[in-house]
């Protein structure tokens, strides 16, 4: 019902930002927080960022406070994870994902995109 697709990934030097976004086509009334999750191979799906779908209200993992910023547009069905200060420890394939009622954890979490990857160079 819900297709999510990331974009905005790619190799950037340590400090430096990238904004992430997560389009979507279709739509599941019935899921009330977009999630933002990063991976490593061999390494469990990190919490990053959520956001309420309708009334805005954010959290973020520990990570990535103070640096990163989830924001939406609704009219344009479209979810942004703007990362400023990044180091090689943020390397990795980021997934944006919809889920039913607020959750940290990847279990809670119905629809995904495919991923866009995000390498920080020394």
Request: with cysteine; charged share 20%; proline share 2%.
């Amino acid at each position: 019902q819900v297709q999510l697709v990331e974009s905005g990934g790619g190799l950037v030097q340590t400090g430096g930002s990238l904004r992430l976004s997560c389009a979507a086509s279709g739509r599941d009334s019935s899921t009330t927080t977009i999630g933002w999750f990063r991976q490593t191979p061999g390494k469990e799906r990190e919490f990053v960022a959520a956001i309420d779908k309708t009334g805005g209200l954010t959290a973020y993992g520990d990570a990535v406070e103070g640096r990163f910023t989830i924001s939406k547009h609704n009219a344009k069905n479209t979810v942004h994870l703007q990362m400023t200060g990044l180091a090689p420890r943020d390397t990795a394939g980021f997934y944006c994902a919809e889920a039913y009622g607020p959750r940290r954890n990847h279990r809670g979490y119905e629809w995904w995109g495919q991923g866009t990857k995000i390498a920080v160079s020394k």
